[in-house]
């Protein structure tokens, strides 16, 4: 019997000395008067004085949700009645009952959820009525019903300097060039891409920078084309009045300083007086060692020469925009050498016979013989068409080619 006694206080003793090890454990990981992590809300969490703020504070998702919740009140509230601001009092208050639940996070991260969804069907309400007011024909676009379909939170619309194309400002809920996307995303994506029947348009995510422009790539507006990623501006409609010479491409800014920096330019004048800078730019350019005989003394010349896969892109050095074209040369034949003598790149000078506004690249074949391309402004005045291509034995030939065209 003194046995059995004398184990039970041992055993009694053992796990006090158990509990008071896992206290202390415990406290040296959390000494007290350690705070946990306090995250940005849309109020002072510094004078935070309830349990319901202190949890919103102390939570990553709560705090998340409320600033979006915030903003979406702020940005409504000059748009409401005022009795909106009443209905937000009496929600604040139903928030506030979740302190007596036993998941205060729970319970308060439903409250948030159901208040944002009911905001944001009051949002697309209060910008319908807008679109209707001030653009009816926004609201009769093809998209604009697969916006609603799928709940796709349409922010703003805006148009191109013409007039013809709106750009929808809106919010995916997944990246749709993500690989992630499920069933569901892809058919709505789809059927945005889709809904182009008769009408360009582009599309804006700005949170997820994604951008796309669908339009016409020819202008009998026969063949719908769909351009993404690499827009920078999608306001440029592709609307079929490119040069069916030229291609649709954009100048993205990684490019942008290498072909500012390539020495073959030319200045081209517009129609409404505006001054343009052709430039021409490989961007699979090398330099390479070269040999020749030089014209004027016979003599054989060495240099460094560049050569590849030209393109001529269209600079508004006013504006520091590139127009989202560009337009081979020598297409299907071998890559061009330039830096050399008799490969030249400029604008042909006004004249009684020649028409101004023509840029003429040149490569040289034999001191008799060059081959030339000449090239000018389409009748948008944002892309180039291509006049001619040959070859030519002497300046004079050339000028008798290119006279009156």
Sequence with gaps: MLKQRFFLSFLVLFNLMHASNCLAESLKANPSGTKSQIYVTSFNCNKART????????????????????????????????????????????????????????????????????????????????LHDEDPKVVNHPVFPILQKHSILLKKVVYSSDGKCPTFHVKFKIYP????????????????????????????????????????????????????????????????????????????????????????????????????????????????????????????????????????????????YFYPTRIPVWKGDKPAIMGIEGATFGNVVASNDLKPGTLVLSQRDTCQKSYYETFRLWDDQLSLQKIASFQSDTDWDFYQRNKNV
């Design 51 to 130: 349990k319901t703020e202190h949890a919103i504070c102390h939570s990553e998702k709560l705090a998340d949700a409320d600033r979006h919740l915030s903003k979406l009140y702020y940005h409504l509230e000059s748009k409401q009645p005022a009795d909106f601001v009443n209905k937000q009092k009496m929600w604040l208050k139903e928030r506030d009952y979740c302190a007596f639940s036993l998941n205060i996070e729970h319970c308060l991260l439903s409250k948030y959820q159901d208040r944002i969804l009911q905001l944001k069907i009051l949002q697309s309400s209060v910008l319908l009525k807008e």
């Design 177 to 320: 060039l993500s690989t992630q996307l499920n069933e569901y995303s892809k058919k709505a994506y789809t059927e945005l891409l889709d809904a182009n029947s008769s009408l360009p348009y582009a599309l804006v995510d700005e949170d997820n920078d994604f951008k796309v422009n669908v339009g016409f790539s020819d202008k009998a507006k026969t063949q719908i084309i769909i351009r993404s990623a690499e827009v920078s501006s999608p306001t440029t409609c592709l609307d079929g009045t490119v040069s069916p010479d030229a291609e649709h491409y954009t100048v993205i800014a990684q490019m942008k300083k290498q072909i500012l920096n390539s020495p073959f330019k030319a200045r081209i004048h517009q129609k409404n007086g505006g001054e343009l800078i052709a430039y021409l730019y490989a961007i699979d350019e090398k330099t390479i060692p070269y040999e020749y005989y030089g014209c004027t003394n016979g003599i054989k010349l060495r240099t460094n020469a560049k050569t590849g896969n030209y393109y001529i892109y269209l600079y508004d050095e006013l504006t520091d």
